[in-house]
């Protein structure tokens, strides 16, 4: 594993229809992450607060507001041979506002709960996704090798506490 000596920060964003159990994810069209379902989001920009880069991202990306966003998971991912982790901050909500719309990065579909396409997701979210699903708060961090699948090491844990605000390298 290479030596960490600093870290990006990244927004992740999930809209939830709760009393229908669906989740909003949308197919990457360009980019880290080509053709993987996620939630929306990206980098921080230097001039806003992670909380306004995940609204701002969910707008550009789908096209939707919301009043509130809650904070659910701290990640730090790590890539062999890359000395820049990324922390990743992980939010969702359940109310929005306008309608999904394909964006150039990203092409929005709802999944139930019980269909989601983890095969078509970033390896680590089979691991994480279900607590957020069950209202919970998680941290943890996976290393991956450089072919960004694999993972050499990871550690995850549910909390009940309030989130650390940022990963302590
Ligand atoms: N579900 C999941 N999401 C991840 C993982 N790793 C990781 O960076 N992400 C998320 C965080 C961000 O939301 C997104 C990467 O952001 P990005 O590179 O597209 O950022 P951006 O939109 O600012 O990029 P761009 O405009 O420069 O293309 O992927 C992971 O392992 N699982």
Sequence with gaps: MSTITGKKQLT???VLDE???KILLGMKKR????GKFNGFGGKV??????????HRELEEEAFVTT????????????????????EVHVFKT??????PKESEEMRPEWFS????????????????LPIMLQDKHFIGRFDF???QTTIINEELKTIDTELPSEWEL
Excluded at 31 to 34: R, S, V
Excluded at 94 to 99: A, S, V
């Design 12 to 14: 992740l964003i999930f």
């Design 45 to 54: 920009e230097k001039d806003e607060t992670i909380l306004e880069g995940a």
């Design 67 to 86: 009043p509130e966003l809650h904070r659910v998971g701290l990640l730090l991912f790590t890539f062999e041979n890359d000395p820049k982790a990324l």
């Design 19 to 21: 009393s229908n159990k």
């Design 113 to 128: 709960y019980d269909a989601i396409p983890y095969d078509t997701m970033w390896y680590d979210d089979q691991y994480w």
């Design 31 to 34: 980019g880290f992450g080509h």
């Design 94 to 99: 359940n109310t929005y506002n306008g309608e």
């Design 145 to 147: 090798k450089e072919d």
